[in-house]
């Protein structure tokens, strides 16, 4: 068989591959999480967010919709956190947000995200 139509057949199954992998993903909530860092941010962006009152921004009360945007953008640093811990493991993550740096410590329970401290390091 002449390498031509090698390179042919394989580029034909390839493609055909790639149409029938993206029906069978299309619609459904997929995600390619390799990294631990990615896994801990997806798991935490699922749970539902209670925040102490005793967390501020800028003077006032942090609310959900400031933390989930802030967690958009933020890194886990698993040297600072105790993910050995029995029950709720607790996280420290880097957020970047308005172009400040925050640490965020977080307790990660079964079905519930506690936010317990926001500061600017």
Not at 23 to 30: L, Q, R
Not at 55 to 84: I, N, Y
Request: proline share 2%.
């Amino acid at each position: 068989m002449k390498l031509l139509y090698r390179i042919g057949y394989y580029l034909v199954g390839l493609s055909l591959g790639m149409v029938i992998v993206s029906f069978v993903f299309s619609g459904k909530k997929t995600s390619c999480n390799y990294g631990p860092n990615a896994r801990v941010l997806a798991d935490l962006k699922k749970k539902r967010v209670v925040i102490d009152s005793t967390v501020a921004w800028k003077g006032k009360a942090l609310d959900s919709t400031r933390f989930s945007e802030m967690l958009q953008r933020s890194k886990v640093d698993f040297s600072a956190s105790d993910t050995q811990r029995e029950g709720c493991k607790l996280y420290r993550i880097q957020s970047s947000y308005q172009d400040k740096i925050y640490w965020i410590d977080l307790e990660n329970c079964s079905d519930t995200l506690i936010v317990t401290r926001l500061q600017q390091p």
